[in-house]
């Protein structure tokens, strides 16, 4: 991943992502989360297939049709505040590729029905929020990735927004990181205080391509 071709098309994937999650809030404010999402699906699936910096390698874009989403549910969107619970607290991330990856934690966030999540900063170059998820169907056939999803990175261009400084937090929004599908990719995947023992059917589930 070293070489310039490489790296201008992973700044050009994340100028993208960055512009995809841009258009997702404003659509949100709208009043239409469920069309934001519909957006969304349409443009990451447009990404997967024909960018140069997809996770999918040739072949599977080659038989790619779209990533395996589930419908939206408004009942798994919140709009939280942050808690100082576990605040100050760090979390060094050892991955193959990037070296031990620092966070720091924010505070917690409570999810009426789903449960708690902490929330983490990144301390390195750039930093950025940072919220991983891992729900009791992690690793289940026709479930969620077994490693986890995130649903916040914000240095990387997800970023849902707040309302009325409150954290916007949809789990319709939960995407697998790029390892899950090309190992190449280094991603930090939840701890135990960003694992869920609630079930989460929404969001991109995970499928082989």
């Known amino acids: 991943m070293s070489n310039p071709a490489t790296a201008l098309n992973i700044a050009d994937w994340r100028r993208r992502v960055f512009e995809l999650y841009r ?17 969304w699906r349409t443009e990451r699936d447009r990404l997967f297939k024909g960018h140069p910096a997809s996770p ?3 072949n599977a874009k080659a038989q790619f049709s779209g990533l395996t989403v589930a419908g939206y549910q408004p009942d798994f969107r919140f709009e939280v505040d942050i808690n100082d619970g576990g605040a100050g607290q760090t979390m060094d991330v050892p991955t193959g590729t990037d070296g031990v990856v620092p966070f720091e934690r924010l505070g917690t966030v409570e ?5 708690r999540l902490a929330l983490w900063r990144l301390m390195s170059y750039g930093g950025g929020l940072f919220l991983p998820v891992r729900d009791s169907l992690a690793g289940a056939p026709e479930g969620t990735y ?12 997800s970023d849902l927004g707040t ?3 409150r954290l916007i937090i949809d789990f319709n929004f939960a995407y697998n990181p790029s ?3 090309d190992e190449q990719w280094a991603c930090p995947l939840p701890g135990p205080d960003n694992r869920l023992e609630a079930a989460l059917p929404v969001g991109e589930m995970y499928a082989q391509y």
């Open 23 to 39: 258009q997702v809030r404003e659509i949100t404010e709208s009043g239409s989360p469920s069309l934001a999402h519909a957006h």
């Open 56 to 58: 999918l390698d040739a």
């Open 111 to 115: 999810l009426d029905g789903v449960g």
């Open 146 to 157: 077994g490693g986890g999803r995130y649903l916040l990175d914000t240095v990387k261009g």
């Open 163 to 165: 309302r009325d400084s």
């Open 179 to 181: 390892c899950a599908y």
